[in-house]
Nanobody
């Protein structure tokens, strides 16, 4: 059974930083592209960032580019999202996701991802 468990969310002031982690089990982690999505209240779940299976390819949503960094440690079965210069509009539940069909290609669309974590809340205050 595949499990993705996010952690690291919390309350942070605008301009601050947080690092989210997502640890996977039940799959060959190093063979799968991974992604981060987020969902704010009343809004659709949106793409944030994705990384290829060996970490050589990354892709970001325009509204986080330059502020967020996705990375992974395949030895620890963990993908990270380092978030800096946080803004009020970054407040959301953040989800990690695994694409069981892709290693080197990364996708921004939810439908490509097969497994999802339960989410971790990030709240940015003024």
């Amino acid at each position: 059974q595949v499990q993705l468990v996010e952690s690291g969310g919390g309350l942070v002031q605008a301009g601050g930083s947080l690092r989210l982690s997502c640890t996977a089990s039940g799959l060959t982690f190093g063979s799968h592209a991974m992604g981060w999505f987020r969902q704010a209240p009343g809004k659709e779940r949106e793409f944030v960032a994705a990384i290829s299976c060996l970490g050589g390819r990354t892709f970001y949503a325009d509204n986080v580019k330059g502020r967020f960094t996705i990375s992974r440690d395949n030895a620890k079965n963990t993908v990270y999202l380092q978030m800096s210069s946080l803004k009020l509009e970054d407040t959301a539940v953040y989800y990690c996701a695994a694409d069981q069909n892709s290693c080197t290609r990364v996708f921004t669309t939810r439908g490509y991802y097969d497994y999802w974590g339960q989410g971790t809340q990030v709240t940015v205050s003024s």
